[in-house]
Protein backbone atom coordinates (compact mmCIF):
# COMPACT_ATOMS: atom_id res chain seq x y z
CA UNK A 1 0.00 0.00 0.00
CA UNK A 2 2.60 2.28 1.10
CA UNK A 3 4.41 1.78 -2.20
CA UNK A 4 1.01 2.97 -4.25
CA UNK A 5 1.20 5.77 -2.13
CA UNK A 6 4.53 6.90 -3.10
CA UNK A 7 3.63 6.62 -6.79
CA UNK A 8 0.92 8.79 -6.56
CA UNK A 9 1.84 11.26 -4.14
CA UNK A 10 4.90 12.01 -6.40
CA UNK A 11 2.77 11.87 -9.75
CA UNK A 12 0.82 14.69 -7.97
CA UNK A 13 3.77 16.22 -7.60
CA UNK A 14 4.88 15.77 -10.56
CA UNK A 15 1.79 17.91 -12.17
CA UNK A 16 2.33 20.86 -10.26
CA UNK A 17 5.81 20.60 -10.99
CA UNK A 18 4.71 20.32 -14.88
CA UNK A 19 2.02 22.66 -14.57
CA UNK A 20 3.62 25.10 -17.18
CA UNK A 21 3.30 22.13 -19.94
CA UNK A 22 -0.33 21.32 -18.45
CA UNK A 23 -3.12 23.32 -16.79
CA UNK A 24 -5.39 21.37 -14.67
CA UNK A 25 -8.30 23.30 -12.53
CA UNK A 26 -10.59 22.29 -10.26
CA UNK A 27 -13.06 21.75 -12.60
CA UNK A 28 -11.12 19.36 -14.46
CA UNK A 29 -11.62 16.26 -11.96
CA UNK A 30 -11.14 13.48 -12.17
CA UNK A 31 -7.53 13.44 -13.59
CA UNK A 32 -5.80 10.38 -14.38
CA UNK A 33 -2.17 10.15 -14.22
CA UNK A 34 0.26 7.66 -15.29
CA UNK A 35 3.79 7.90 -13.33
CA UNK A 36 6.31 5.15 -13.33
CA UNK A 37 4.02 2.96 -14.73
CA UNK A 38 1.61 3.31 -11.96
CA UNK A 39 -2.28 4.83 -12.54
CA UNK A 40 -4.08 6.98 -10.62
CA UNK A 41 -7.13 8.76 -10.49
CA UNK A 42 -7.52 11.77 -8.50
CA UNK A 43 -11.33 12.60 -8.11
CA UNK A 44 -11.31 15.69 -6.16
CA UNK A 45 -9.35 18.67 -4.42
CA UNK A 46 -6.05 17.36 -1.90
CA UNK A 47 -7.56 17.09 1.64
CA UNK A 48 -3.80 16.60 3.39
CA UNK A 49 -1.31 18.64 1.27
CA UNK A 50 2.38 19.31 1.93
CA UNK A 51 4.14 22.23 0.83
CA UNK A 52 8.31 21.30 0.36
CA UNK A 53 9.00 25.19 0.05
CA UNK A 54 7.73 29.17 0.29
CA UNK A 55 6.48 29.42 -2.38
CA UNK A 56 3.88 27.01 -3.05
CA UNK A 57 3.20 27.60 0.44
CA UNK A 58 2.59 31.04 0.19
CA UNK A 59 0.62 29.91 -2.94
CA UNK A 60 -1.93 27.50 -0.77
CA UNK A 61 -2.51 29.70 1.84
CA UNK A 62 -3.38 32.65 -0.70
CA UNK A 63 -6.16 30.06 -2.04
CA UNK A 64 -7.26 29.64 1.45
CA UNK A 65 -6.52 25.99 1.89
CA UNK A 66 -4.26 26.01 5.11
CA UNK A 67 -7.27 23.89 6.45
CA UNK A 68 -5.98 21.22 3.95
CA UNK A 69 -2.67 21.55 4.69
CA UNK A 70 -0.92 18.99 6.88
CA UNK A 71 2.63 20.28 6.50
CA UNK A 72 5.18 22.69 5.46
CA UNK A 73 8.77 22.96 4.45
CA UNK A 74 12.03 24.56 3.58
CA UNK A 75 10.84 28.48 4.72
CA UNK A 76 13.67 30.80 3.25
CA UNK A 77 12.35 34.18 3.80
CA UNK A 78 9.62 35.75 6.12
CA UNK A 79 5.88 34.73 5.44
CA UNK A 80 4.03 37.65 3.70
CA UNK A 81 2.39 39.51 6.89
CA UNK A 82 -1.08 39.23 5.15
CA UNK A 83 -0.63 35.23 5.47
CA UNK A 84 1.13 34.98 8.88
CA UNK A 85 -1.53 34.13 10.82
CA UNK A 86 -2.80 30.84 8.55
CA UNK A 87 1.10 29.91 7.97
CA UNK A 88 1.51 29.83 12.12
CA UNK A 89 -1.62 26.85 11.89
CA UNK A 90 0.47 24.92 9.58
CA UNK A 91 3.21 22.13 11.00
CA UNK A 92 6.62 22.57 9.76
CA UNK A 93 8.31 19.89 8.87
CA UNK A 94 11.64 20.80 8.43
CA UNK A 95 13.80 24.00 8.07
CA UNK A 96 14.81 22.69 4.62
CA UNK A 97 13.36 19.57 2.48
CA UNK A 98 11.81 16.60 5.19
CA UNK A 99 13.37 13.29 5.19
CA UNK A 100 10.85 10.57 3.66
CA UNK A 101 9.84 9.50 6.98
CA UNK A 102 8.89 12.82 8.48
CA UNK A 103 6.83 13.49 4.98
CA UNK A 104 5.34 10.42 5.27
CA UNK A 105 4.39 10.67 8.88
CA UNK A 106 1.71 13.31 7.97
CA UNK A 107 0.27 10.79 5.39
CA UNK A 108 -0.62 13.27 2.88
CA UNK A 109 -2.80 12.69 -1.04
CA UNK A 110 -0.74 15.56 -2.31
CA UNK A 111 3.07 16.85 -2.08
CA UNK A 112 3.68 20.17 -3.86
CA UNK A 113 6.52 21.66 -4.44
CA UNK A 114 7.98 24.48 -6.87
CA UNK A 115 11.26 22.66 -7.84
CA UNK A 116 12.30 19.60 -8.88
CA UNK A 117 15.20 19.38 -6.07
CA UNK A 118 12.40 18.83 -3.51
CA UNK A 119 12.32 14.99 -4.79
CA UNK A 120 16.02 14.67 -5.00
CA UNK A 121 17.12 11.23 -4.20
CA UNK A 122 19.67 13.47 -1.20
CA UNK A 123 16.09 14.55 0.25
CA UNK A 124 13.44 12.19 0.03
CA UNK A 125 14.97 9.30 -1.63
CA UNK A 126 11.75 8.22 -3.76
CA UNK A 127 13.49 5.34 -5.70
CA UNK A 128 13.48 3.26 -3.07
CA UNK A 129 9.25 3.33 -4.11
CA UNK A 130 9.90 3.56 -7.52
CA UNK A 131 12.23 1.54 -10.05
CA UNK A 132 13.85 4.44 -11.97
CA UNK A 133 12.71 7.73 -13.65
CA UNK A 134 9.81 7.75 -16.17
CA UNK A 135 7.26 9.47 -18.01
CA UNK A 136 3.96 11.48 -16.95
CA UNK A 137 1.00 10.54 -18.63
CA UNK A 138 -1.87 12.93 -17.47
CA UNK A 139 -5.54 12.00 -18.76
CA UNK A 140 -9.21 14.17 -18.11
CA UNK A 141 -11.86 12.51 -16.84
Partial sequence: MRELT????FAQAAIVLSSSA??????????????????SWINSPP???VTMNQ???????ALDLAD?????????DYIWSELADDYNKVPVLSDSYPDIDTLLSTDPDFVYASYSSAF???HVNYTQFIESEC???????
Fill in 6 to 9: MNTL
Fill in 22 to 39: VSISALDYPVGITNCGVQ
Fill in 47 to 49: QRA
Fill in 55 to 61: GTTEIML
Fill in 68 to 76: RMVGTAYLD
Fill in 120 to 122: ATS
Fill in 135 to 141: DLVITKG
